[in-house]
């Protein structure tokens, strides 16, 4: 059967429910396949609820309610098929829509995947999102909510755009009105909210030698362009806010610099997607900072305040979300500067700390990515915390980069692998990835986990890029 075969079984099932328990991811993707799934079943008039879970496991299963209703997991459940055998959840109570990789198990649970057709490049909330169009063709106002899923679980960073079925998503969003799509953008985050010189330069992907990391230098680099930072009335302008002929000053001093050093500019311009709905300057802008919005609420434990973001609360939901962002943002930048300040103890093929419960383990996945981009980039970086409320089992965040993926590294797998060797669990992405583990195997763990990678790649390159 094809992918839209699929979507039509999962729409049938749907359709016969008369009560439906959603059990859903706690990032971006998650949260906007919850809301997209939720509105579509409340306009079709199934009653249904939302359980938020962080992972599902033997240790958060027991969230799931043993009632009569539909259990729709989304986001999750793809992998963990087994574990809901196990449990006694029947074949027909369950319907699993997701975009990770697929466990075989004793049951065989109906399952709206796109990834055993080819479609990588796609999240949960866009395969949500055919659900929720398939139901009613007036649904396509969701498309906007299945973009920020997408973008928020990077499916727009490799092709520095959406692709494939995803495209198609933007493509109704555009047809509606509800989306703006830029197809030769400025790649860097914040590009709707942040001063111009801090979101130049935070701008990691690609990096710009004597711009990235460095703020004072980038806003000189402003100003002897002649592009203001403010304006009239010494407001800090955002990169939304300039003209096109100071953008493209912009971005031709930007390719010269990288050039200059060796660099090649084809990763300085993306697609962006942004929301002409929108207030200006509000974190709910373009797609990418929505998404902020999203983690932030699922981080810390309001997933349903960033669900009724993506199902048009503004107001007292996006006021408390914004609380939540700042809070969010400080977090990730004090656990950045911790991670750089003490330091990875590297391996052949990785490099691994552990921060023990000085932070949540909802960040700490998000500070490793940033920190890549300030260690060597050529090994995946694996980061360590403790649970306060379950001190027997370490969490494990792991992040490479597309360059690794395209050498061949597969953190999903490795993660995966080494994790059930011991009695955990694991799983994600190729890019990004996270397990749960026995608390007392760390170092053996993080040894075999360098094995798995050595067996991915050849031996990195001495030094740092």
């Known amino acids: 059967m094809g992918f839209h075969a699929d979507i039509c079984r999962g729409i049938r099932r749907l359709a016969g429910a008369s009560e439906v328990t959603i059990i859903s991811h706690i990032d971006a993707d998650g949260i906007a396949s919850e809301a997209i799934l939720n509105e579509a079943c409340s306009r079709a008039g ?77 999240s949960a909330a866009g395969v949500s999102y055919f659900i929720a169009k398939g139901m009613d063709a007036n649904n396509t106002d969701l498309a906007k909510v299945a973009v920020v899923g997408n973008v928020g679980d990077m499916m727009a960073r490799e092709d520095l755009g959406l692709v494939g079925p995803a495209r198609e998503i933007v493509a109704d969003g555009e047809r509606r009105g509800d989306i703006l799509v830029e197809g030769k953008n400025l790649n860097a985050y914040g590009i709707s909210t942040r001063p111009i010189h801090i979101c130049l330069a935070y701008c990691d992907d690609p990096f710009i030698p004597g711009i990235s990391n460095n703020v004072q230098t980038t806003q000189k680099f402003l100003e002897n362009l002649g592009v203001p930072v403010r304006d009239r009335d010494g407001r800090w302008l955002v990169w939304e806010d300039l003209p096109r002929e100071a953008r493209v000053r912009v971005i031709s001093a930007l390719v010269e610099q990288l050039t200059s050093h060796g660099e090649t500019p084809d990763r300085l311009l993306a697609e962006t997607y942004t929301f002409p709905g929108e207030i200006p300057k509000s974190p709910v802008r373009n797609a990418s900072e929505f998404a902020t919005v999203l983690n932030a609420c699922g981080r810390w434990s309001k997933p349903a305040i960033g669900s009724a973001i993506c199902r ?53 996945g998000i500070g490793a990515g940033m920190a890549l981009n300030r260690l060597n980039w050529e090994k995946p970086v694996l980061i360590m915390c403790d649970l306060p409320l379950e001190p027997s089992v370490t969490k494990i965040s792991m992040r490479t980069n597309d360059r690794m993926v395209r050498r061949g590294i597969d953190l999903q797998q490795v993660l995966t692998v080494a994790s059930r060797e011991i009695g955990g669990a694991g799983g994600g992405h190729r890019i990004a990835a996270g397990a749960y583990i026995p608390k007392e195997r760390e170092l053996w763990f993080v040894n075999r986990v360098n094995e798995l990678l050595s067996e991915q790649s050849p031996p990195p390159a001495p030094g740092h890029c």
């Open 46 to 122: 199934i009653s249904n609820r939302s359980v938020f879970i962080r992972q599902l496991e033997p240790l958060t299963i027991g969230l799931v309610p043993r009632d009569g209703s539909l259990k729709i997991f989304t986001d999750l459940g793809a992998g963990q098929q087994q574990l809901l055998a196990e449990n006694g959840f029947s074949a027909d109570e369950v319907l699993i829509i997701d975009h990770h990789v697929s466990q075989d198990g004793d049951v065989p649970y109906l399952q709206v995947n796109c990834l055993p057709h080819g479609y990588n490049k796609i």
């Open 312 to 364: 048009g609360q503004r107001g007292e939901a996006l006021r408390a979300a914004e609380h939540m962002l700042a809070n969010h943002r400080a977090v990730i930048r004090d656990l950045l500067q911790y991670i750089l300040e003490k330091g990875v103890v590297e391996l052949s093929h990785l490099q691994y700390m552990h921060v023990g419960s000085r932070y949540p383990d909802t960040v700490v």
